[in-house]
């Protein structure tokens, strides 16, 4: 008995002792940044006395504390004290601050193709990214499906002109592309007369073309234009420009919509709200993507007592889904569980599914070097202009319905908000890294209240499109 008494008291006091002193970030003891200063986040025994470089720093609930340090050019030695009942644990960061390295790298110049020939490819990807410059942190312009001819006008390091120009220039990454092939000649593609068809979900223009050209597909206020680049309508000779455009305006509002090719098809399928939205259950079989933001492997942020967000972000969608169900509303998701599941198949999903709208929840973090007590609160991010109302009222409801700061409406590309079908929108309900709002996160009413603006906000923009 006494034996195993020992036993049990050593295992106590082994536990206690390792879980005096939590620091979960900074996660390594010596590194390099270049940062006037670095937040320390973590947690300690709620009853004792915490001391960054003889500091003592604050405790918020649980013992979580987040710290911002700030650092001096070169080594910066740290030390995180905890004391309890006469008792220290001390950790010990070295820190470097580097000042900024100038790149010095070569401009590439650009090398235009040869005046006596074309240069020839097609793209090779299921999501051939289009881009205005050179460079893969540019704006995109389209992501073209596989198969689509391209005609280069020169190449710039691994990015290819394409010949054509809209608004701003096309420019795609060699990967994207079949290796180009020298051409004497230069071919339109030949397009026929578009068919209007329409289903229970989308309006579809279909044009028949002799082989897949690049688009694009643009918002205008209330009007979708589409331009097909390289093409010939074989009823009017007098077209010589090589790009058609075609004007849709189907409603007083842009919905989901997107750019497709079937066999020798471009398609433009336009999403239609049902004739009539009850103003007492606006929800009633609207078709909604939920995406739990991460899942598996994929923490997300992690809290000052290691909650990962991706755990927040399931119990929130999670419960949303289940009140917009109650609502009426018909349900798809990217997961219900604590799985992985590819960012991708997270957007395939939701249009397989017919979705009219697409949620992604998140929950934010900050780079180390910005301040979590002075950077906080809730932010909606939209890409596509026909998501723009939507992000704008979940986000004002957000802030006014759980009392957060409103940290801002952005237009930002993200795969789950990138997407022009369904409309598409990326929640980041609160912060991580800062203590109140990571208190609340865990919190099952919280999280309640969370899924009912949520749902509010969906019901408030459905009323919106009532015709
Ligand atoms: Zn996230």
Same mark, same amino acid.
């Given at each position: 008995?006494?034996?195993?008494?020992?036993?049990?008291?050593?295992?106590?006091?082994?536990?206690?002792?390792?879980?005096?002193?939590?620091?979960?970030?900074?996660?390594?003891?010596?590194?390099?940044?270049?940062?006037?200063?670095?937040?320390?986040?973590?947690?300690?025994?709620?009853?004792?006395?915490?001391?960054?470089?003889?500091?003592?720093?604050?405790?918020?609930?649980?013992?979580?504390?987040?710290?911002?340090?700030?650092?001096?050019?070169?080594?910066?030695?740290?030390?995180?004290?905890?004391?309890?009942?006469?008792?220290?644990?001390?950790?010990?960061?070295?820190?470097?601050?580097?000042?900024?390295?100038?790149?010095?790298?070569?401009?590439?110049?650009?090398?235009?193709?040869?005046?006596?020939?074309?240069?020839?490819?097609?793209?090779?990807?299921?999501? @051939?990214?289009?881009?205005?410059?050179? @460079?893969?942190?540019?704006?995109?312009?389209?992501?073209?499906?596989?198969?689509?001819?391209?005609?280069?006008?020169?190449?710039?390091?691994?990015?290819?002109?394409?010949?054509?120009?809209?608004?701003?220039?096309?420019?795609?990454?060699?990967?994207?592309?079949?290796?180009?092939?020298?051409?004497?000649?230069?071919?339109?593609?030949?397009?026929?007369?578009?068919?209007?068809?329409?289903?229970?979900?989308?309006?579809?223009?279909?044009?028949?073309?002799?082989?897949?050209?690049?688009?694009?597909?643009?918002?205008?206020?209330?009007?979708?234009?589409?331009?097909?680049?390289?093409?010939?309508?074989?009823?009017?000779?007098?077209?010589?420009?090589?790009?058609?455009?075609?004007?849709?305006?189907?409603?007083?509002?842009?919905?989901?919509?997107?750019?497709?090719?079937?066999?020798?098809?471009?398609?433009?399928?336009?999403?239609?709200?049902?004739?009539?939205?009850?103003?007492?259950?606006?929800?009633?079989?609207?078709?909604?993507?939920?995406?739990?933001?991460?899942?598996?492997?994929?923490?997300?942020?992690?809290?000052?007592?290691?909650?990962?967000?991706?755990?927040?972000?399931?119990?929130?969608?999670?419960?949303?889904?289940?009140?917009?169900?109650?609502?009426?509303?018909?349900?798809?998701?990217?997961?219900?569980?604590?799985?992985?599941?590819?960012?991708?198949?997270?957007?395939?999903?939701?249009?397989?599914?017919?979705?009219?709208?697409?949620? @992604?929840?998140?929950?934010?973090?900050?780079?180390?070097?910005?301040?979590?007590?002075?950077?906080?609160?809730?932010?909606?991010?939209?890409?596509?202009?026909?998501?723009?109302?939507?992000?704008?009222?979940?986000?004002?409801?957000?802030?006014?319905?759980?009392?957060?700061?409103?940290?801002?409406?952005?237009?930002?590309?993200?795969?789950?908000?990138?997407?022009?079908?369904?409309?598409?929108?990326?929640?980041?309900?609160?912060?991580?890294?800062?203590?109140?709002?990571?208190?609340?996160?865990?919190?099952?009413?919280?999280?309640?209240?969370?899924?009912?603006?949520?749902?509010?906000?969906?019901?408030?923009?459905?009323?919106?499109?009532?015709?």
């Amino acid at each position: 008995m006494r034996f195993i008494f020992l036993i049990i008291s050593f295992f106590i006091f082994t536990l206690n002792s390792s879980f005096a002193l939590d620091v979960v970030y900074p996660s390594s003891k010596e590194f390099t940044v270049n940062a006037a200063s670095i937040y320390f986040y973590g947690n300690t025994n709620p009853k004792s006395m915490l001391r960054i470089n003889s500091e003592s720093v604050k405790l918020f609930d649980d013992g979580v504390f987040v710290q911002v340090v700030p650092l001096f050019y070169g080594a910066n030695d740290i030390t995180v004290e905890s004391v309890h009942n006469g008792k220290v644990e001390r950790q010990v960061f070295k820190i470097t601050r580097n000042k900024p390295i100038a790149e010095k790298t070569l401009p590439l110049s650009y090398v235009p193709r040869n005046k006596n020939y074309f240069l020839y490819t097609k793209t090779i990807n299921a999501r @051939s990214t289009v881009r205005e410059k050179p @460079s893969k942190s540019s704006k995109r312009v389209i992501e073209l499906p596989k198969g689509v001819v391209l005609y280069l006008a020169g190449q710039k390091g691994d990015f290819y002109k394409i010949e054509e120009n809209g608004k701003t220039e096309f420019w795609i990454h060699k990967s994207n592309i079949e290796e180009p092939v020298i051409v004497s000649k230069r071919f339109q593609a030949k397009i026929k007369q578009p068919e209007n068809e329409s289903d229970k979900f989308y309006n579809y223009t279909k044009i028949a073309l002799s082989y897949p050209v690049m688009y694009t597909v643009e918002q205008e206020g209330k009007k979708l234009i589409l331009t097909l680049y390289g093409v010939k309508d074989s009823n009017n000779n007098t077209n010589n420009s090589g790009n058609l455009e075609f004007v849709f305006e189907d409603d007083n509002q842009v919905l989901g919509y997107d750019g497709l090719y079937e066999e020798d098809k471009f398609i433009l399928r336009r999403a239609k709200v049902a004739d009539k939205i009850n103003p007492y259950a606006p929800l009633h079989k609207v078709r909604i993507y939920i995406d739990a933001g991460h899942g598996g492997s994929e923490k997300g942020a992690i809290g000052p007592t290691r909650v990962p967000e991706k755990d927040i972000n399931l119990a929130i969608s999670k419960k949303l889904i289940h009140l917009l169900k109650y609502k009426g509303a018909i349900v798809s998701y990217s997961r219900m569980d604590d799985s992985k599941v590819n960012l991708y198949d997270r957007v395939d999903k939701a249009k397989e599914n017919n979705a009219f709208i697409s949620l @992604s929840i998140h929950n934010n973090s900050l780079p180390p070097n910005k301040n979590p007590f002075i950077t906080h609160g809730c932010e909606v991010y939209y890409y596509n202009d026909n998501a723009k109302v939507l992000a704008y009222i979940i986000k004002n409801n957000l802030s006014k319905d759980l009392k957060i700061k409103d940290n801002g409406l952005y237009k930002s590309s993200y795969a789950l908000n990138r997407s022009t079908n369904p409309i598409s929108v990326l929640v980041e309900v609160a912060y991580m890294v800062n203590p109140d709002e990571y208190k609340k996160l865990r919190s099952n009413k919280f999280q309640t209240e969370v899924a009912k603006s949520i749902a509010k906000s969906l019901e408030q923009f459905m009323i919106l499109l009532k015709k």
